[in-house]
């Protein structure tokens, strides 16, 4: 579901993150809504999962929407670094 | 021992037509497959069932052998229900693209949540049966597809309506599973231990 360097975005409610997404889709981002992953605490249980190599285009158009993520992590191994504070 | 060739096979049906070999007569069976993601999913799935898996290079391909016995399922490992005579598999139906009454937004999000969740939970279903809008799920354009393509490369069968399929002219458009008809249907649920109705 999420591979080494992918990106998951956390947003703090699922009006949100149903926006964001509709947003990305829209701009024919590759972006996935997944079930946060179980170590990943969220308030709506769902993540938006995107390659690394999108991540400038992604949190750009994130950002000019108004909608930057709550918390944002990059998986690495077995486990999930943040990236933003 | 018997032989199963399923080289040239698309992801999952090696580990479709390894599952229901295995379900047949359980003492193993040696697989002869290509390389990459048959050769892996076959040996995850059979590895995670406690069987033991011993691998040759062959003409056209690998075999690998399974046998009964030797391992130990794997700690954590999705398991399913035990196969058998007195004991039918667990069927789960899905007969909307939604899940729950509600709006429909929010219904499609739960439905795309709870598939994605299906693959990490201790039990997996033996087969999903997808009908009316469920097959949407299972068709081009899906959001579900890459979950479903796991579930498949864990031995779960996905199969979907054809007159469903065909109602949404989604024949051709088929993108996880496999194309089935209303005797299996009707069959898997009268000879299932169990029909979860989602």
Known sequence: MVRDGDRVAVFNSVHRIMEAEKILKGKKLDVLMIPAPRTITTDCGLALRYPEGICAEVEGALGEAGLLPKELYRKAGEGFERINE | ?198
């Not at chain 2, 040696?30 to 069987?51: C, I, K």
């Open chain 2, 1 to 198: 021992m018997k032989d199963l060739d399923v080289r040239g096979m698309a992801c999952p049906m090696p580990v479709v037509s390894v599952k229901k070999a295995l379900e047949a007569d359980g003492a193993g069976l040696r697989v002869l497959l290509d390389d990459g993601a048959p050769r892996e999913n076959v040996r995850r799935f059979a590895e995670s069932r406690g069987y033991s898996v011993s691998e040759e290079t062959v003409a056209g391909g690998y075999a690998l052998t399974v046998t009964a016995g030797g391992a130990v399922p794997q700690q954590g490992a999705p398991v399913q229900a035990a196969q058998g005579a007195a004991q039918g598999p667990l069927v789960m139906l899905i007969g909307s693209d939604r899940l729950g009454d509600g709006p429909e937004e929010l219904g499609r999000l739960l439905m795309r949540n709870f598939i994605m969740t299906l693959k990490e939970v201790p039990q997996l279903p033996d087969r999903i049966l997808f009908l009316n809008t469920g097959v949407l799920l299972a068709a081009e354009g899906s959001e579900v597809i890459e979950a479903l393509t796991a579930l498949g490369n864990l031995g779960v069968e996905v199969l979907s309506c054809g007159v469903c399929l065909d109602f949404f002219q989604k024949k051709e458009k088929l993108a996880a599973g496999a194309v089935t008809n209303m005797y299996t249907i009707a069959e898997s649920m009268t000879g299932a231990r169990l029909v979860l109705r989602v």
